[in-house]
């Protein structure tokens, strides 16, 4: 009675066979397509990035997300194809899918480590900007690159120490599945709450600031727009009007970035924000609960938005940073003389 209620409450929301479709379409097409994306758009920034130089805390930052969303993405492609191999090719091929399985789980976890610093990464970015508005003459000297790198550093290293010990004591059992008369691989033993509670914590407190750091940062880039219009309306025919106008557009260039990064960011997660709100409020709303489907489906956005996340910035660091487009074209042999 119990099983038919669960099974009934599902159907409701979404029908298994809708889900099958959609996993297919998530799974099978969109999530490997953008995995396979997102890595070679990363490789692509990371190899710019270390040609325009490490010596300034904005382009080690940019680096370091790279570097990040890079894995972030590699490990997702990888879990994609896990989850293709023991899906869809494997099934019934003795111990291999069983294999793919433990990949495909292993993957799973190993990719909360680069999400974490993608995200740390982020806050940090988002944060030195602001101060830059702030207190422009100081920042330069309270926060030096070493100093956004040890931050940076710092928060990665307590967020490999939570993983490491969330995960520590896990353990692959195989669990016999009457419905495909075959087994599963599962991980058990994890320490699943506390790693939940330390995720939610963290991931809300950075989604946050940056929430609020684009606010800022989009004041102070509009009233510098009406201020450069206006201060140099009277002052078109100077030469310091020239350079007031250069100087405030290579701020609004480097602010926009900064803007357009986070706000890729907030979109991109805001799924995750959402799935974490409603799994606390809403009954049921889990992987064995009454709107189990439900539950998975937003699991597959969750993870596509992630993976759009550290595929796009390419293009926002192409149109918006001009030493990365001049280096871009330079290495690609796209610089015209």
């Given at each position: 009675m119990d099983n038919t209620t669960q099974h009934s409450g599902s159907e409701g929301l979404i029908s298994d066979i809708t889900l099958d479709s959609l996993g297919?379409?998530?799974?099978?097409?969109?999530?490997?397509?953008?995995?396979a994306l997102g890595l070679c758009t990363n490789l692509i920034n990371i190899v710019v990035f270390y040609k325009m130089g490490l010596s300034d805390g904005v382009t080690q930052n940019f680096f370091i997300l790279s570097i990040s969303d890079g894995c972030l993405a590699g490990v997702s492609l990888v879990n994609s194809v896990a989850y293709i191999l023991y899906a869809k090719v494997y099934v019934g091929a003795g111990g291999a899918e069983h294999q793919a399985q433990v990949v495909y789980w292993v993957t799973l976890l190993i990719g909360t480590f680069p999400q974490s610093v993608?995200?740390?990464?982020?806050?940090?970015?988002?944060?030195?900007?602001?101060?830059?508005v702030a207190m422009p003459l100081h920042v330069k000297f309270l926060l030096t690159s070493r100093r956004q790198l040890a931050v940076?550093?710092?928060?990665?290293?307590?967020?490999?120490?939570?993983?490491?010990?969330?995960?520590?004591?896990?353990?692959?059992?195989?669990?016999?599945?009457?419905?495909?008369?075959?087994?599963?691989a599962m991980l058990v033993n994890l320490r699943w709450y506390e790693y939940t509670v330390f995720s939610n914590v963290?991931?809300?407190?950075?989604?946050?600031?940056?929430?609020?750091?684009?606010i800022i940062l989009t004041?102070?880039?509009?009233?510098?727009?009406?201020?450069?219009?206006?201060?140099?309306?009277?002052?078109s025919a100077s030469s310091s009007a020239d350079e007031q106008s250069?100087?405030?557009?290579?701020?609004?260039?480097?602010?926009?970035?900064?803007?357009?990064?986070?706000?890729?960011?907030?979109?991109?997660?805001?799924p995750s924000m959402t799935f974490t709100l409603v799994g606390t409020l809403v009954e049921g709303f889990s992987a064995d609960g009454v709107y189990r489907n439900a539950n998975l489906f937003n699991i597959m956005v969750m993870e596509m938005f992630v993976v759009i996340n550290v595929t796009v910035n390419v293009f926002i660091y192409y149109f918006f940073n001009t030493r990365y487009r001049v280096a871009f074209n330079t290495i690609f042999g796209k610089e015209k003389k």
């Open positions: 297919i379409l998530f799974k099978l097409v969109l999530n490997p397509a953008i995995g993608s995200m740390i990464t982020t806050v940090v970015i988002a944060v030195v900007r602001c101060c830059c940076i550093l710092t928060f990665s290293s307590c967020s490999a120490g939570v993983v490491i010990y969330a995960f520590a004591l896990s353990r692959v059992v195989l669990i016999d599945n009457p419905q495909t008369n075959g087994s599963l963290t991931y809300y407190i950075g989604f946050a600031i940056v929430i609020i750091c684009v004041i102070n880039l509009n009233r510098t727009s009406s201020f450069r219009e206006k201060s140099t309306g009277g002052l250069k100087d405030g557009s290579k701020e609004a260039r480097a602010v926009k970035t900064v803007v357009f990064v986070s706000v890729v960011f907030i979109v991109c997660y805001l």
